[in-house]
């Protein structure tokens, strides 16, 4: 019998009966000679009906299949926490067969792999939970400092699954510190510190005078590597997808973004 090969039901009907004979020997009471002799028994018939549901193809979410898709298949509540927990959200996810039947999420921590990259090591695996079909949202705790990977599993009734993932960090004391091997230096000014000579600008240069060690040491902003769970790549955190995508946020000792106030005497 052939099956789908993706999806479709096939049903099956199923007839049993029982039944047969029985064979005996008659032995003659006046001569002794054996007779054989054989009777039918009339069996009993029952029929089944079983319908199977084939459904080999997994959820997908409309960015799949629709460029213009504006629902996020995992969303965090912000890239950079500073808190201890983690809002998450998910939208537009969808199973035209056996229907998705939940939500399952997993946090992984993320370990530094060498050469300015980051490793999702799924050694260290942080909170894991499961929600039904009709949640859209969930909330993680985090215990540990660092960089994280969370993923969400759509799980439909046949067991296909498909994953996204999004990537943040958990810094709960982000610190920044003078590097005392570097200085703020005004290129303007005499050997003593005065600007001498009339001029609308000053040049000042702070080149790694600021830092964050732990940004730093750690390789908090590095590169990520692909997921090793396999997911598609318009499902993971790729350019322009978040603030904390896989790739290497450019910075100098750890830091990235420094303001210039100033004022006016």
């Known amino acids: 019998m052939a099956l789908p090969t993706a999806i479709g ?20 009471e006046r001569n002794f000679k054996p007779s054989k002799g054989r009777y039918t028994i009339n069996g009993v018939e029952k029929s089944y009906d079983k319908e199977l549901e084939i459904d080999m193809i997994a959820p997908y979410h409309c960015k ?4 213009t898709c504006s629902s996020q298949p ?7 926490v500073t808190r201890n927990q983690l809002a998450l959200y998910w939208d537009g ?3 035209d067969n056996s229907g998705i039947t939940e939500y399952r999420i997993n946090l992984y921590m993320i370990k530094e792999a060498g050469s300015n990259t980051l490793k999702q090591d ?14 859209r949202s969930a909330t993680l ?19 296909n699954t498909q994953t996204t993932r999004r990537l943040f960090i958990f810094d709960n004391m982000s610190q920044v510190s003078f590097n005392t091997n570097s200085s703020t230096v005004v290129l303007n000014t005499n050997g003593n510190g005065w600007i001498t000579q009339n001029t609308d600008s000053i040049d000042v240069v702070w080149a790694y005078r600021f830092q964050n060690i732990r940004h730093d040491n750690n390789c908090w902003l590095c590169r990520f590597e692909p997921s090793p769970t ?3 790549f318009v499902l993971d ?17 750890g830091e990235n973004y420094i303001p210039l106030p100033f004022v006016n005497i």
């Open 74 to 80: 995992l969303r965090t509540s912000s890239d950079f």
């Open 230 to 232: 396999s997911v598609p």
């Open 9 to 28: 039901k096939v049903l099956l009907n199923v007839r049993i009966k029982n039944g047969g004979y029985v064979s005996y020997q008659k032995i003659d």
């Open 93 to 95: 996810w969808s199973d």
């Open 122 to 135: 799924h050694g260290l695996t942080g909170e894991s939970i499961t929600k039904d079909s009709s949640s």
């Open 141 to 159: 705790n985090l215990e540990h400092p660092g960089p994280y990977a969370v993923e969400l599993t759509v799980i439909d009734q046949a067991g």
């Open 237 to 253: 955190d790729t350019s322009e997808v978040s603030e904390r995508t896989w790739e290497t946020i450019y910075n100098i000792k």
């Open 64 to 67: 799949e299949t629709n460029p």
